[in-house]
């Protein structure tokens, strides 16, 4: 069977995961929810053959629960209204994928959290490089201890290509470009690290004086110590035309991955060097591949009742962490 997906928010990564749902085999796209109903509703749902009957708006969401061609729904809202829809959706009785960052506080998290366990739905966070196989083999290359002991990594995400208003907005987005791509490059730190940091050192810094940043961060560095002694340095800007990239610096062995974050069509490519010798590879990430991935894995979950591989707990650490780094910060208008 096919688990019917609703997506919340038909912007820019919806349009991603509705091509990824039409490729998927085991979830499609059964219901459409969104502020524009005829502009964007009835053209996706005449696209994808989704009855007119199941476009719903954000004030007639709460109808989904009648339904039953609507299994869950996909949270790709502004990150402020990731909360409110994910336990609107559980309160529906509808498992829920939301999209990072889970939410804008780690106390909305454990909202989110608490509401789907009540309803018993499942509740998954796109954090799409759990699934991308060059993370998965390097994942387990580096568990395995093919690099020694890992003393640290580097990890970076910057640029700012067609950033809607929204993302520079406080109340919206929750914070600037940390919430946006820092949350990429400090998830897979924690993922590798396999431990929470416990340590946190921050600089903020906004070049621009244009007004643009006037309610978020520009760019931001920090520096965390994890419990086994591993530092790493994870940053993100919104201003630096810049890529973005995952160093692991072991005992014994290293490895690069440059571009490591970006969806679409890139080509991963990483390189180093191991006990037993050189390593390099690539991967293409061609949209909307990891998307398909990330979904048909949901939809697994969902089928065979099991833990989706980054539950809501994976979003709120992350949210715990982000929470330290913005108060080692201190002021964020540097
Ligand atoms: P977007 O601006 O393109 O889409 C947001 C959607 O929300 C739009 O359809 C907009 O109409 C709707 N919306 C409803 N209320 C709104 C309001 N008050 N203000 C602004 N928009 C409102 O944004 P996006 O790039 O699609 O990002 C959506 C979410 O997906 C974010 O949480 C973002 O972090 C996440 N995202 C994830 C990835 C990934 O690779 N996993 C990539 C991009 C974005």
Not at 100 to 106: C, D, L, R, T, Y
Not at 167 to 194: E, H, K, P, Q
Request: glycine letters at 10%; hydrophobic letters at 35%; aromatic letters at 10%.
């Amino acid at each position: 069977r096919q688990v019917g997906i609703a997506p919340i928010g038909l912007g820019s990564i919806a349009e991603v995961f509705m091509r990824a749902l039409s490729k998927s085999r085991n979830a499609k796209l059964t219901g459409l929810v969104t502020g524009h109903p005829v502009e964007k509703g009835k053209k996706f749902a005449a696209m994808y053959g989704v009855a007119d009957s199941s476009i719903y708006t954000y004030e007639t969401f709460d109808n989904i629960r009648n339904n039953h061609d609507i299994d869950a729904v996909y949270v790709a809202l502004p990150n402020s209204m990731h909360c409110e829809y994910t336990i609107r959706a559980a309160e529906a009785g509808k498992h829920v994928f939301c999209e990072k960052p889970m939410a804008i506080s780690s106390n909305e998290c454990k909202r989110m959290i608490d509401a789907c366990r009540h309803a018993g739905v499942k509740l998954m966070i796109g954090y799409r490089l759990h699934h991308e196989p060059v993370f998965l083999k390097l994942h387990e290359l580096v568990r395995s201890g093919a690099l020694g002991e890992i003393l640290q990594f580097q990890a970076g995400f910057y640029g700012m290509k067609n950033k809607q208003e929204w993302r520079l907005n406080r109340a919206l987005a929750g914070g600037g470009s940390m919430f946006d791509l820092g949350v990429y490059a400090l998830n897979t730190i924690r993922w590798f690290a396999g431990e929470e940091p416990v340590d946190f050192r921050t600089l903020v810094a906004t070049r621009d004086k244009t007004g643009k940043f006037d309610s978020v961060e520009e760019t931001v560095n920090c520096l965390l110590r994890f419990p086994s002694g591993i530092l790493a340095e994870c940053g993100s800007s919104y201003g630096q035309s810049g890529t973005n990239y995952f160093q692991i610096n072991g005992t014994t062995g290293h490895v690069r991955v440059e571009p490591a974050f970006s969806y679409g069509d890139s080509i991963l490519k990483y390189e180093g060097k191991t006990e037993s010798g050189d390593l390099a590879g690539s991967g293409a990430v061609y949209d909307p591949d990891q998307f398909v991935t990330e979904v048909t894995h949901f939809a697994n979950s969902i089928l065979q009742n099991t833990e989706p591989a980054t539950p809501g707990e994976e979003g709120m650490k992350d949210l715990l962490s982000i929470e330290e780094i913005y108060k080692a910060a201190g002021s964020l208008q540097a």
